[in-house]
């Protein structure tokens, strides 16, 4: 599923979404990127939050993960600051993180 991210009807960004409910519960985050020129403006803090909470409102869904680059400190500490944690590395190296969506469901 792709997303625009807009602000006031102007493009500043892109982000696709991937459906894993049936296998593992997750949705997984993907390609998320904020147009160079607009970077450090907010956007990328402000479309992780409404994903969160989009995912956060499907049926069966309890975490969001994504995969990042270690090299990537901007994404890292966007990623961290917003609560995700790293479940482990994948083959090519890049660090899996993720994050509980649906946090009244996990605790009961
Ligand atoms: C990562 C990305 C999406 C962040 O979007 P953004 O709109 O620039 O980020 P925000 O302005 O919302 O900043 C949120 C946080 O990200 C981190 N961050 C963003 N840019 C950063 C930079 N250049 N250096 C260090 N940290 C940075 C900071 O923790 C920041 O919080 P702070 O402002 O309180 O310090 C954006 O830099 C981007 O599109 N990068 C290229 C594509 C990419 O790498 N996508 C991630 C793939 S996993």
Avoid: K
């Amino acid at each position: 599923m792709p997303y625009l991210v807009q602000d006031a009807g102007h493009s500043v960004g892109v982000l696709a979404l991937v459906d894993e409910r049936e296998c593992n519960g997750q949705v997984a985050l993907f390609h998320l990127l904020i147009d160079a020129s607009r970077q450090r403006g907010g956007y990328g803090r402000a479309a992780l939050r409404l994903v969160i909470q989009l995912v956060g409102s499907l049926d069966g869904c309890q975490r969001l993960r994504l995969t990042v680059h270690p090299d990537n400190h901007a994404a890292v500490s966007l990623y961290l600051s917003e609560g995700f944690t790293q479940d482990g590395v994948t083959d090519d190296g890049e660090l899996r993180f993720s994050v509980a969506v649906n946090r009244a469901s996990v605790s009961s």
